[in-house]
């Protein structure tokens, strides 16, 4: 179990970085970087006239002094009315969406399907340090279908995009505290999945017919 908890961390980290590698140029392709600078110019603009600085938390904004709440509210009321605005912002965040998942997804592919189906026995780097691989159920060779159910349908959309989808959600909607109790709900079916099987099989395990075991000794 530590060991494959061990083996889930190194992964995630290098998601993280591949992701971001990947990003970092996509940013400028998308148009996302000019879309979010054209946005920021309108809020600074508007946030200059009213003579107050927008980029604040609650509890930063809950110090200030009744007049200057006034006029962060004037602006922010401003802000939403500007139809320029409103659809920089809409844009901003659909590229933002569209870049962060595009990279990820890349990042999925390369490190939890490819790179599984080149050591031939489902091991990503994380597992392959922590001497894991992945079997089919039934014992048979592991195949390229197996492993995109696994990496694609239940890996990518499971262990990654929807949590980042929870995360922006609550970020950048304004939903309140909904997308952070799908995301726990969603990490605690993870945990009952794998505490509750025999085989201690996560999600993307049981769609894929796969399971973790230890890589035997040379």
């Known amino acids: 179990m530590f060991r494959r908890f061990g083996a889930f961390i190194v992964d995630l980290c290098l998601v993280i970085v591949v992701t971001v590698l990947?990003?970092?140029?996509?940013?400028?392709?998308?148009?996302y970087a000019a879309t979010s600078d054209s946005m920021n110019a309108i809020f600074n603009r508007i946030a200059s006239k009213h003579g107050v600085d927008i980029n604040m938390t609650n509890q930063q904004y809950n110090a200030l002094p009744d007049e200057e709440k006034l006029a962060v509210d004037a602006a922010l009321q401003e802000i939403s009315e500007?139809?320029?605005?409103?659809?920089?912002?809409?844009?901003?965040?659909?590229?933002?969406?569209?870049v962060v998942f595009s990279s990820l997804l890349v990042s999925?592919?390369?490190?939890e399907l490819v790179l599984p189906l080149v050591f031939k026995n489902g091991q990503t780097i994380g597992k392959k340090l922590m001497r894991l691989k992945v079997e089919r159920r039934d014992e048979t060779p592991l195949n390229f279908v197996t492993m995109l159910l696994r990496s694609i349908t239940g890996k990518f959309f499971i262990d990654y995009a929807l949590p980042v989808f929870f995360f922006l959600s609550f970020v950048y909607a304004n939903?309140?505290?909904t997308p952070l109790t799908g995301l726990l709900m969603l990490e605690l079916g993870q945990i009952v999945c794998i505490v509750a099987t025999r085989e201690r099989r996560a999600i993307h395990d049981v769609i894929a017919g796969t399971r973790v075991v230890p890589e035997p000794l040379n």
């Open 82 to 98: 500007d139809e320029e605005a409103a659809e920089l912002y809409t844009k901003t965040v659909r590229l933002l969406m569209i």
């Open 175 to 177: 939903a309140g505290r």
């Open 108 to 111: 999925v592919v390369l490190l």
């Open 22 to 31: 990947i990003a970092l140029p996509l940013r400028g392709i998308s148009g």
